[in-house]
């Protein structure tokens, strides 16, 4: 007969059961127990006598209607899955034609800088040849005037010239 003082921590990891269905044990069996300086629950266990099997755990009978709700929380999880997956499948394809339009965007607002900067080129030549326009006109000079107006007269051509070149580019 070998008789062992045990925590309820230690009957449990024998018997490999929980600490409280080691305390239950003791109390069916009406295993004398006593308390250790700690503080601590000791149980007098005699090894060779205490054959101990642990009962399977009886399940609960299943209920029709818990099943029921599992079967239609189950289906609905799957359609919404199913839902996020089409929505997911639709925010991609969105995706793609914000990804054009924002490159066609970009290409039409590099488009417009330039048409800017050309605009204000044409611009400057224009108000140039009207300042030569308004010399000519308003060089009426004594002497040789012919003479004058014929180096403004080639001066404005060339300056038509380099301006038709500037917008043809």
Known sequence: ???????????????????????SLARRRRLPRSRSDDGKALVSVDLAELRYTPRPRRARPADPIAASMARIEAIKI????????????????????????????????VELQ??????????????RLEDEVTALRSDRRDGSIAGHAARRLGHLAAAIVKADRAASR
């Open 114 to 127: 330039q048409a800017t900067a050309e605009t204000m080129a044409a611009n400057s030549w224009a108000s």
């Open 78 to 109: 799957e359609s919404f899955k199913a839902e996020i997956a089409r929505l997911e499948d639709v925010a991609t394809a969105y995706r793609a034609v914000f990804e054009r339009e924002r490159e066609r965007a970009d290409r039409l607002a």
């Open 1 to 23: 007969m070998c008789v062992a003082l045990l925590t309820y921590a230690d009957l449990s990891a024998r018997l490999n059961i929980s600490r409280e269905a080691a305390r």
